[in-house]
């Protein structure tokens, strides 16, 4: 499977939005920084608050209602593989 194979099967799996979110996770869990630079400074605000102690990323998270989630990949949104002609029955 070539890039602009894979690229196409895996937008329509997970819609463009999405599939374009992961691969920026995916680039910042590498060390690359593809947020605007007003996210950028948001996020060395949060830090400079976590450098004084006075907030912890769980209680913040809390007020954003966001909560960690486990997943696992459905059948149906695992990487392509072509499908095989089936055999005619005689």
Do not use: C
């Not at 995916?26 to 608050?49: C, H, N, P, S």
């Not at 909560?67 to 095989?84: H, I, M």
């Amino acid at each position: 499977m070539n890039l602009e194979e894979f690229v196409h099967d895996f937008s329509k799996k997970f819609s463009k939005g999405v599939a374009k979110k992961a691969v920026e996770l995916k680039l910042r869990q590498r060390g690359y920084y593809t947020q605007t630079q007003r996210v950028m400074q948001a996020e060395r605000y949060i830090d400079l608050f976590f450098d004084e102690k006075q907030i912890n990323l769980e209680e913040l998270a809390t007020v954003y209602g966001l909560e960690e989630r486990r997943v696992k990949l459905n059948a149906s949104k695992r990487p392509y593989a072509p499908y095989k002609k089936r055999e005619e029955k005689k």
